[in-house]
């Protein structure tokens, strides 16, 4: 079936240090949207990139869709205590309606 | 956060016995979804409603069933409880369903004993 690729699964960094995660899907994608998950929280929305090769930045954040729009990346630079938590990748499949997530990067800051 | 509120936010159930989870939302969207997250699963769809009365099943359905009689109002239905189903139930809110963000209720944490 049709699965997303998460990596690295955790990732420990000294805060100030840069962070990526990435993501790799076996379909094509129509979309790709990143959501961030503090522990015991809820899943929150932070973009959604649709177009081929799309770059979007948010202050530190920097996404990136891929040119086939099989894979995407998140990068973090220099990390602060504040990025903790598990960031999930997910995306639709043509007009399919549910999502396909990503298992998650679990981000780790020492202070 | 965003009109989107889950009941109970706990439970403790004994195996066997049914359970029912509730979604509730203000902001009059379509798309309604039930997940499960585990530890080293991530989120897992359950079922899914596309409108009031229109639902479809996701990876993880079986012994669950939903029901969604107002566009307002999407419930899960354990309908017999297993120690298997102790989880994280998230529901989730979409005004188009594969074009922008999805919202997120806070959660119900089950257990199954």
């Known amino acids: 079936g049709q699965q997303v690729m998460q990596i690295p699964q955790y990732q420990h960094v000294q805060e100030g240090e840069d962070f990526t995660t990435y993501c790799n899907s076996s379909?094509?994608?129509?979309?790709i949207q990143w959501y961030k998950q503090r522990l015991g929280g809820h899943p929150v929305f932070l973009i959604q990139?649709?177009?081929s090769g799309e770059v979007k930045k948010q202050k530190r954040l920097t996404f990136q869709f891929g040119e086939a729009k099989k894979n995407s990346s998140l990068h973090i630079t220099a990390t602060q205590t504040t990025d903790v938590g598990t960031y999930f990748c997910?995306?639709?499949?043509?007009?399919?309606?549910?999502?396909?997530w990503g298992l998650g990067t679990s981000l780790a800051v020492n202070p | 956060d965003a009109g989107i509120t889950q009941s109970p936010r706990h439970k403790v159930t004994e195996t066997g016995t049914p359970v029912t989870l509730r979604c509730h939302q203000t902001?009059?969207?379509?798309?309604m979804y039930w997940y499960r997250q585990d530890p080293g699963h991530g989120l897992r769809l359950i079922h899914y409603?596309?409108?009031?009365?229109?639902?479809d099943k996701g990876e993880v359905s079986d012994g669950y069933s939903v029901s969604r009689s107002k566009t307002e109002d999407f419930l899960l239905t354990l309908e017999s409880a297993t120690s298997s189903q102790t989880s994280v139930y998230f529901c989730?809110?979409?005004?188009?369903?594969?074009?922008?963000?999805?919202?997120f209720g806070s959660g119900t944490r089950l257990t199954v004993v």
């Open positions: 990139l649709v177009k």
């Open positions: 379909t094509t994608l129509s979309n």
């Open positions: 989730a809110i979409s005004e188009s369903g594969w074009a922008g963000e999805d919202t």
């Open positions: 902001e009059n969207h379509r798309y």
């Open positions: 997910a995306g639709n499949a043509g007009n399919n309606r549910k999502l396909i």
């Open positions: 409603s596309y409108g009031v009365k229109d639902t």
